[in-house]
């Protein structure tokens, strides 16, 4: 399909989830299924599933080992170095201070972070929780440094994915993996753990070009206060912490976000986003181009693990 160039004024008739349309916020019930795959298909339990099923999110301490992770955080630091990285389209400066704030499409610009994406056991949770081959959607590191990291206010991944990129369905899942400690106090990931069995429909209409100033400070497509405190109220907020190494899977549709940092210890994550081969992007459901491909893939859907 062609990208489209002008905003949407109503929802398209394949939108299941249509958001900023209106004035008025929507919560509705998810319409895909959370897990895709079964127990037989890959490392996870049933229970584990089932878990996942309940909550949103799977949290673990031992899949990489300390090798792999000083690789990586290595590799991190290099990156961070590189005064040439800054002026990169896919680098993100913190506003204010003018330090990284993110980078995007590491497992392609990166070898290191290219054989992460495609490390055996991170590929076979996704792939069972998605029931299919799997490829990268989205990669990036998220820095947030010790004072002055700034914080990432609550959202669904899922709902930028859906009206900016076309993801048509919730088959995705993201992987955080923890290059330094993550505790409670340095703006570790917060979940709402069940809000991802929940739609919120957001108000405002998308600016084209949005990506430029969410990837800074995201004002359109987050929830409003109302949905979030019934969010919280119904589910509460979990905060999955741990030491390097630490892997948090967790639904493309739940709720979360981290607060800012003003410890001296800083928080420093890669993110992974799987995506199903089954599940790949068409226009946009708000009408406007398309996100760039370093931000949301819309071209190489290589399965990613082969032969893992």
Known sequence: MAARSAQLSRPRADDRYPSRFGNEVLITRRLDPVVWGRAEDGPLSEMELNFYTDNGYLHFEDLLTPAEVESCLQELQRLRADES?????????????????????????????????????????????????????????????????????????????????????????????????????????????????????????????????SLKQQEIGVPDDVSLTQLVQDFGITAPIGPAGSVTFFECNVMHGSNSNITPLPRSNVFMVFNSVHNTPVDPYCGLAPRPPFIAEREDFTPVGAGS
């Not at 990129?165 to 899942?173: A, E, L």
């Open 85 to 213: 990285v800054k002026s990169a389209d896919e680098a993100v400066i913190e506003p204010g201070s003018g330090e990284l704030r993110s980078l995007f499409a590491v497992h392609r610009s990166s070898e290191v972070l290219r054989r992460l994406a495609n490390h055996p056991k991170l590929v076979a949770v996704a792939r069972q929780l998605l029931g299919s081959e799997v490829y990268i959607h989205q990669s990036r590191i998220n820095y947030k440094g010790g004072f002055r990291g700034k914080e990432f206010y609550w959202h669904s991944d899922f709902e930028t994915w859906h009206v900016e990129d076309g993801i048509p369905n919730m088959r995705m899942v993201s992987c955080s993996i923890a290059l330094t400690p993550n505790t409670p106090y340095n703006g570790p990931l917060m979940i709402i753990p069940g809000s991802h069995q929940r739609y919120v429909s957001c108000v405002g209409a998308t600016p084209e070009n949005h990506y430029k100033a």
